[in-house]
């Protein structure tokens, strides 16, 4: 999902996320939290981590859904797309 813009990112989890979603969780890391939040309650296991943790200049962070065995994963500059962006692949199952 890494050449979708934030509002098609908010558009495919309208579509996914029946309830409960907050207001533009790609471009706010606590509503992203949010949505990781309602995954976590259909079963998901979540994690995140930085992936330039040592840096004052560069940001990259990687998002993990996880269930039953599979792993769903996205990286961005952005917190934020990186969760969305993994939950949508999540409930895609892809």
Known sequence: ????????????LVQLIESGLPDHPAADV???LQVANLLEDKGYAFA???LCPKSMYDSMWRAVFSKDGDDFSSENSESAVAVCAAAIAALKGV
């Not at 999902?1 to 495919?12: A, C, H, L, V």
């Open 1 to 12: 999902m890494s050449d979708y813009t934030i509002q098609e990112i908010e558009g495919e």
């Open 30 to 32: 606590n509503a992203a």
């Open 48 to 50: 995140m981590k930085d």
